[in-house]
């Protein structure tokens, strides 16, 4: 299968590329639009980017033509059973001695009753001729058993090595060779003997992108203000993500936004948080414990969205995860939140499994990532999707504000982990 990329001023041209490359059996797989970076990008017209597909069985349909005809007879190889006989099989005459050995004798008045038109030359040549064409009929169909079964057993060697590519490939790419082997096993019960390759890297396709799940970001419905509470160790990006975030929500989606920062350790945390909150004309405090929280809230509590920055810290420090904790759950009841776990993409596997186990303490919550453009594998994305149980939401590849996050697009993480580009 060939994947590529076309860009266009419009869907329309776009598509419209992918199918003078790809022809009319190209198959869209993604449609997205394109904004131009920066905050004043949003002023500035978008291109659309199509995602198209065409099996190199139409692409190229050369290197899929049979290659077994009827004017090329079967090649004896190595690799393939061969099941034709390597000498000339002939049929031994039956001897009058052997013929009375077995059978009773007659007379030569039944003899001639049984086969009257024996003693007719012509006769005997036109039985010897259809003797001749059912042997050959026979051979023939022998000889379309025999290709049938090396095609089928040349199939099925062709899915083993890929599926042991595909194994490998996981691996190389961090993903964890427990929740690997649970892949393979869960393709290898619904892919069939002799399945293609194309119908094996369709099923494990569909096997990462269920595992995956739907990404879950922020939910508008309920009561407002919704305060979305950022945690997660120091140096992730908590603070430019909070930014990122907002401004898709002031710019895009006309919501209100307010900021308050939790982080006290860090005095170029506050100062950064209060240049984006100036840049989107959004207000912004700092509050020291939940009784201050809780009265900034109340203030600004006709606002949509109050963003929620917090201290960085290690996993292993107690004293500043009951701090976190405190705060979260000292929010009032009456106003709906949610809390986002900020991670990096380049921490290291077992620092992540701490990192989870530790902030599961404080409160459930969802996973967002970051720093992708700064990692080629992306293994432990899904190896803590699957132990945290957590949903993904977000995704971040850059510190442009607002335009390096995107909801966490699983076709693209999967197209990677099988070894796309």
Do not use: C, W
Not at 209 to 224: A, D, S, T, V, Y
Not at 381 to 388: E, G, Q, T, V
Not at 407 to 414: A, C, E, G, R, T
């Amino acid at each position: 299968m060939t994947i590529k990329k076309f860009q266009g001023k419009t869907k329309e041209e776009a598509m419209e590329k992918a199918k003078e490359e790809f022809g009319e059996n190209a198959v869209i797989m993604n449609i997205k639009e394109l904004k131009s970076k920066g905050i004043m990008g949003a002023f500035k017209k978008s291109s659309f980017e199509v995602t198209a597909a065409i099996e190199d069985r139409e692409k190229f349909p050369e290197k899929f033509s049979n290659p077994i005809s009827k004017e090329q007879p079967l090649q004896k190889g190595t690799d393939n059973i061969n099941l034709a006989a390597d000498e000339k099989i002939t049929i031994p005459v039956q001897t009058q001695s052997k013929r009375e050995e077995y059978a009773p004798v007659k007379t030569e008045r039944a003899v001639e009753k049984e086969m009257p038109s024996v003693r007719n030359s012509d006769d005997i040549e036109k039985r010897l001729e259809n003797l001749s064409n059912i042997l050959e009929k026979k051979l023939s169909e022998d000889e379309v058993k025999i290709r049938e079964v090396q095609a089928a057993s040349n199939q099925n060697l062709e899915g083993f090595k890929f599926m042991k590519m595909l194994y490998r490939t996981l691996l190389d790419n961090d993903v964890n060779e427990k929740y690997v082997n649970q892949i393979m096993d869960e393709a290898e019960k619904v892919t069939h003997s002799g399945s293609s390759v194309d119908y094996i890297l369709s099923n494990v396709y569909q096997k990462l992108i269920l595992k995956f799940g739907q990404p879950n970001g922020i939910e508008m419905e309920g009561k407002k203000p919704r305060v979305l509470f950022f945690i997660g160790p120091t140096g992730v990006g908590k603070t430019t993500t909070i930014a990122k975030i907002a401004s898709k929500y002031k710019v895009e989606y006309e919501k209100k936004v307010a900021f308050l920062t939790a982080d006290t350790y860090r005095i170029a945390a506050t100062e950064q948080l209060k240049t984006y909150a100036n840049i989107l004309d959004a207000p912004m405090n700092v509050v020291y414990s939940a009784e201050e929280l809780n009265r900034a809230v109340e203030n600004i509590n006709n606002y949509d969205l109050i963003f929620v920055d917090t201290a960085g810290f290690s996993h292993k420090n107690e004293t500043q995860r009951i701090d976190i904790k405190n705060l979260i759950l000292g929010l009032d009841e009456q106003y709906e939140k949610e809390v986002y776990l900020v991670l990096s993409a380049t921490t290291k596997y077992k620092d992540l499994l701490e990192i989870v186990d530790s902030y599961a303490e404080i409160a459930s919550y969802k996973l967002v990532f970051t720093k992708l453009d700064e990692t080629t594998s992306y293994g432990n994305i899904l190896n803590i999707r699957l132990y945290s149980g957590a949903d993904l939401s977000y995704m971040t590849s850059g510190q442009n504000v607002p335009d390096d996050i995107e909801v966490f697009n699983s076709q693209m993480i999967v197209k990677q982990l099988l070894g796309g580009r």
